[in-house]
Nanobody, 124 residues
Framework: QVRLAQSGGGLVQPGGSLKLSCDVSHRFVQYNTKGWFRQAPGKEREFVASVGFNGNNPIYRDSVKGRFTISVDSTYNTLYLQMDSLNSGDTAVYYC?????????????????WGQGTQVTVSS
């Protein structure tokens, strides 16, 4: 397994924006589907978004559609999650992950490589 390095996150007011980054350059993960998950206290880890290794076919959970954007850079080495119009319901620890394969991946068991997690807190 590969530990992915995340950055970004922090405290933001409602309506604000944050951008998360994740290093996915390792050769074992570079060509697999990538995703973001989040886990709030007392809740299960939930799917946020996924994208093909080349940035194609972004998929989002309903509650973040139109507010979050998942992307990869032109070298396929960095995964991003741009989060806009944040609200208190988005407060959680966010994890980047690499799927076991290049296909569709929506549940944690589909993923084998994870970032260390980063806290996102939306509060006034």
């Amino acid at each position: 397994q590969v530990r992915l390095a995340q950055s970004g996150g922090g405290l933001v007011q409602p309506g604000g924006s944050l951008k998360l980054s994740c290093d996915v350059s390792h050769r074992f993960v570079q060509y697999n589907t990538k995703g973001w998950f989040r886990q709030a206290p007392g809740k299960e880890r939930e799917f946020v978004a996924s994208v093909g290794f080349n940035g194609n076919n972004p998929i989002y959970r309903d509650s973040v559609k139109g507010r979050f954007t998942i992307s990869v850079d032109s070298t396929y080495n960095t995964l991003y999650l741009q989060m806009d119009s944040l609200n208190s319901g988005d407060t959680a620890v966010y994890y980047c992950a690499s799927c076991k394969h290049p296909g569709a991946c929506f549940v944690p068991d589909d993923y084998q490589d994870w970032g260390q997690g980063t806290q996102v807190t939306v509060s006034s």
